[in-house]
């Protein structure tokens, strides 16, 4: 068993409203991130990512800080995140974000029609954030070479079935019982 699927395992969960949210360092810097756990995700994500030809790595804040800052330094491909903040920049492009337990606006800067990106997250669980990001990726123009989250939680709708992506897994869970399961100890493509 690596790193990864152990952290998951010993995850707590709590409740926001009906979504059974698991807290985990990837996810919520909550319990502290150990660096080995943070290099083996960046190793996996390496592996599995289609790369070649990526101009820019898109990651939504806050939680894809982290792993893509790790992916960047590792690749030398620039990273680009989208902050909740709008700073009213030329090009600037808002998009709404929907998950299971909270909305808000965000706002897309650097990335221009043309670009070849990759759309890096830390967790797939409604896909409410990957499928409005993929959306205004698409109407600025970019192209979308490949989309990765580290956890894809399986319950549930998933918003990014609907649309014309899907995203590479690190692991697949569940919580069943109060705990995380682990149903693909390898992810999906």
């Known amino acids: 068993m690596d790193q990864l699927q152990r952290s998951l395992l010993e995850s707590p969960i709590v409740e926001k409203g009906e979504y059974h949210y698991f807290v985990h360092p990837i996810s919520d810097g909550v319990p502290m991130l150990e660096p080995s756990l943070l290099r083996e995700i960046v190793i996996k994500i390496i592996r599995k990512a289609r790369l070649e030809n990526v101009d820019k790595i898109v990651t939504p804040a806050a939680m894809g800080i982290h792993i893509s800052t790790a992916v960047?330094?590792?690749?030398?491909?620039?990273?680009?995140?989208?902050?909740?903040?709008?700073?009213?920049?030329?090009?600037?492009?808002?998009?709404?974000?929907?998950?299971?337990?909270?909305?808000?606006?965000?706002?897309?800067?650097?990335?221009?029609?043309?670009?070849?990106?990759?759309v890096l997250d830390d967790v797939l669980s409604t896909g409410g954030t990957l499928s409005a990001i993929c959306a205004a990726l698409e109407d600025i123009g970019a192209n979308i070479v490949d989309v990765v989250a580290v956890i894809k939680k399986v319950e549930g709708t998933n918003e990014l079935d609907e649309s014309a992506y899907s995203a590479k897994t690190l692991i697949n869970v569940t919580v069943e019982g109060g705990e995380v399961v682990i149903v693909d100890p390898t992810g999906d493509d």
Do not use: A, C
Not at 92 to 106: A, I, N, R, V
């Open 72 to 118: 960047s330094l590792m690749t030398d491909i620039p990273l680009v995140v989208i902050r909740k903040r709008e700073y009213g920049l030329e090009g600037e492009t808002p998009l709404f974000q929907e998950t299971g337990y909270s909305e808000s606006q965000m706002f897309i800067n650097d990335v221009d029609e043309g670009d070849n990106v990759l």
